[in-house]
């Protein structure tokens, strides 16, 4: 059957002419019953039919589709492009234009709501910043308008609350040095000096570095059986050994006193190495699994600034794997546990 809904402005133009010509034909073949008179009728009226209704589409209708192009593609037009919309645009159906018209619409609403999601984020982001500031800022202003208001003299007193001063110090000294690196890793600054080591090695090393931290929870850690033979990896050691103690540390402040903290490894296809830090603690709700590796982003707010942090660890810890091309994940369930893994590159000769 024929199908006239994506006919381009010539075929447009031609059915008009077509449609007025043979009326106009035969009632002229019917004054004048003479066949050369008819068919020389016809093809007059469709020749000037046609004409005129190509230049009324063409200066009337797809002068004005030819704007929304402009409109649409944002650009100066090159004589190329000029080309492109004299000769090209004006073929196009009109059903053609509107899927055009409408995929560009569907776009711009897709990038405005981008646009709304990242405003959001960037407002929670700069409300926790401040407040992840002002909490040891206030912190030290009250021990130290304390001491000026008389406590100096008293020297126990005085070196508490200097103790306690130094300490949140030292926790926005942490905050910038955190800072400071995700921008850099954010950026792409952070050189990367890739070799080839083993995986366990590493792992174990991490381990030894926070035995003190699983001592005092009681926390047993351990590379899953199975996983002990050697796996090399190559990346950058200094870079990796970062991203195991940042999920070391998270999985002992959430994981349960007494409980334990494995590591796995596995080979995957040859090419890559899956690494996963296990806690058999707290666990993470669903709907906050999308989001744990955002800057500042903590499930429970109260509670996790109480176990202390700056909240930008396992953003650090995403960051610096994907700088090495490689992705990681998150699973989790409540009052069961958490694994967090990641790949990277096997051995390199």
Known sequence: MFDTKNLSPRQLSALTAFMLSVPIALGIYWLRPVWWIGVSAFFLVFAGSYALVAITLQRFIYRKIKLIYKYIYQTKASKKEEMYYKYIIPQKGIDEVRMDVEKWANQRKQEIENLKQNEAYRKEFLQNLAHEFKTPIFAI??????????????????????????????????????LDEISKLERGEQALYKQNFVIQDLTKEVFESLSIKTNEKGIKCSIKKGCEPPLTVFADKEKIRQVLINLVENATKYGKAGGTIVASMYNTDGKHVLIEISDDGLGIEEEHLIRIFERFYRTDKARSRDKGGTGLGLAICKHIVEAHGQTIHVRSKIDVGTTIGFTLDAKKD
């Open 141 to 178: 202003q009250g021990y130290v308008d304390t001491l000026l208001n008389g406590a100096m003299e008293d020297p126990d007193i005085s070196k508490r609350f200097l103790t306690n001063a130094s300490k949140n110090v030292d926790r926005l000294v942490n905050l910038m040095n955190d």
